[in-house]
């Protein structure tokens, strides 16, 4: 069992970057597919990146390709999600995931291990 706690998250303006990390607790972290979701209020969670076990493979949602990068660094247990060129819209709460073994990320039914989730504002 993998737990997860994100940081990172904040206020930001406009066209600016912000990376998140979370940082993973138990054995199984280097073995498990990972990713990041988000819910912006009244809307529900949505997939926005996620990352193979190895780190090999990486896939975006549509809104966020090109500006996003995730990253992962088995050593360390850690993940991450470089955001530049924020926009307004990508306001929102940030989910860290951990799945069920190998399978991708891509939908929060694939999600085995839920964070805490950080805030995300950007200023327009």
């Known amino acids: 069992q993998v737990q997860l706690v994100e940081s990172g998250g904040g206020l930001v303006q406009g066209g600016g970057s912000l990376r998140l990390s979370c940082a993973a607790s138990?054995?199984?972290?280097?073995?498990?597919?990972m990713g990041w979701f988000r819910q912006a209020p009244g809307q529900e969670r949505e997939f926005v990146a996620a990352i193979t076990w190895s780190g090999g493979s990486s896939y975006y949602a549509d809104s966020v390709k090109g500006r996003f990068t995730i990253s992962r660094d088995n050593a360390k247990n850690t993940m991450y999600l470089q955001m530049n060129i924020l926009k307004p819209e990508d306001t929102a709460v940030y989910y860290c995931a951990a799945g069920k073994g190998r399978i991708l990320l891509t939908t929060t039914t694939t999600v085995a291990t839920w964070g805490q989730g950080t805030q995300v504002t950007v200023s327009s």
């Open positions: 138990g054995r199984s972290f280097s073995t498990v597919a």
